[in-house]
């Protein structure tokens, strides 16, 4: 399934006049108050996110998943879909792969199929929270910071293993993230765990090919419920100081505790050049894996608010990579996906017209009610001819929901990939 650019054009059509006319009332707007509104757009069409290779099909609970027909069943179905997200948004031009679950069978095949889609290999993710068919090794216990050095072994190998695997694809990160921890009190010796888990990650870092960086993920419980090694970014901050300088912090949103202020952490990390990179989604209760500001938006526009001032003023931190890590039960996966999109870019580009000088001026003055306003000036704009306007420029639809409606996208996928197409998955 391909779409061409023909398809998205047509589709266009309909709304362009309209866009236009939006467009064009809202350029006015930001020029008088001062704004750069090609750079802008200009930022928004470069901002690309990679899609994980597991949100492509419908997600599920511990308790049920529920299928979607036309569900992607190959690495290869996989990368159309995400091609077709890239088509129609322009936004998602790269995939992140999780290790085993999605292992090229023919590495040339697969490089050709997603240079062809435009999308390049992002982070890619090890996995030692599950145990793999003939494993010699169990991870039930625990994986890198595991109290026997043979587990350790395999789970250090494991990650090297993906390195190698990434080092093929042209990736230049290894995600790490461990659910290692203990689910009753007395299980562990927090010490020694620790101790572990640093020793282990020192020794993949040193198979890291120069131009790569490591991200370290945390998350506070689950599946462990009473300790998780990697519980905060200070832990993770603090390992990836122990590996070294291309090992970072990758913030995951749902990994947190309810009313964890995110935007502070992010902006801790970057002072110190130590964000890697960022997992988006939405939570509600805990690690929810919800479409991205479907719950929180305005938080989402405060992290952004330190993004953008993190990648202007804080030199020293590294390109970030950006992933969607989010699931649903009950949607089409594509049509979650581009909301995500969707609602990243609204986001990214409300901060971007926050009035950095202004607010600078106001934060001297002690004029609290003012610095206030001028986010929430921002925080209120309606973007949304903006983001259009950056798809639209790049060969984008204007709206992609309504184009991948109108195009019948899932009926094809459900023709092309048979009646009975469901993805047998997580
Ligand atoms: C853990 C996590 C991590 C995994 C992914 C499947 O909760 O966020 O990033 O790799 O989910
Ligand atoms: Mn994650
Ligand atoms: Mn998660």
């Known amino acids: 399934m391909r779409i061409e650019k023909k398809q998205i054009e047509e589709v266009n059509k309909r709304d362009l006049k309209s866009h236009q006319d939006h467009y064009n009332f809202l350029g006015a707007q930001l020029t008088n108050q001062g704004h750069e509104v090609d750079e802008v757009v200009k930022k928004l069409s470069q901002f690309q996110v990679a899609i994980p290779s597991w949100a492509l099909g419908a997600g599920g609970t ?23 997200l890239h088509a129609l948004t322009k936004t998602a031009g790269a995939v992140s792969l999780h290790i085993p679950w999605d292992v090229p069978e023919d590495y040339k095949a697969i490089s050709e199929l997603a240079s062809s889609l435009d999308i390049t290999f992002d982070a890619v993710n090890s996995n030692t929270f599950q145990d793999q068919l003939n494993q010699k090794e169990s991870y039930k216990y625990g994986s890198l910071g595991d109290r026997s050095s043979v587990v350790r072994e395999q789970a250090t190998a494991h990650n090297i293993d993906v390195i190698n695997i990434g080092k093929k694809l042209g990736s230049k990160a290894l995600t790490v993230w461990l659910a290692d921890g203990a689910s009753f009190p007395g299980q ?39 300790s998780t090694i990697i519980q905060d970014w200070g832990t993770s901050f603090m390992l990836a100081n122990a590996c070294g300088e291309r090992a970072t912090t990758l913030v995951d949103l749902g990994h947190h505790l309810p009313n964890t202020n995110i935007e502070q952490i992010v902006a801790t990390l970057m002072y110190k050049g130590k964000l890697g990179g960022f997992h988006f989604n939405d939570s509600k209760y805990g690690d929810d894996d919800l479409t991205v500001g479907s719950i929180k938006p305005y938080a989402l526009f405060l992290i952004f608010n330190e993004l953008v001032y993190g990648m202007e003023n804080n030199p020293k931190n590294p390109e970030l990579s950006w992933m969607i890590d ?17 609602a990243i870019q609204e986001a990214y580009a409300k901060a971007l017209l926050i009035d950095q000088k202004m607010l600078k001026e106001a934060q001297k003055d002690n004029d609290v009610t003012l610095c206030q306003e001028i986010l929430q000036r921002a925080y209120r704009t309606d973007v949304r001819p903006l983001i259009a306007e950056a798809r639209l420029i790049q060969g984008g639809a204007i709206n992609p929901i309504k184009a991948y409606r109108n195009l019948g996208i899932r009926q094809n996928l459900i023709n092309e990939r048979g009646a009975n197409s469901k993805a047998s998955g997580l």
């Open 188 to 226: 562990n010796n927090f010490q020694e765990s620790l101790g572990n888990t640093e020793s282990s990650l020192k020794k993949i870092y040193a198979s890291l090919p120069q131009d790569w960086k490591m991200l370290i993920e945390y998350k506070p419980y689950e599946p462990n419920f009473y």
């Open 326 to 342: 989010a699931s649903h039960n009950l949607k089409d996966p594509l049509e979650d996906l581009i909301q995500s999109l969707d």
């Open 62 to 84: 511990r308790f049920a998943r529920f299928s979607y027909y036309g569900e992607p069943s190959t690495l290869g179905q996989k990368l159309e879909d995400v091609g077709v």
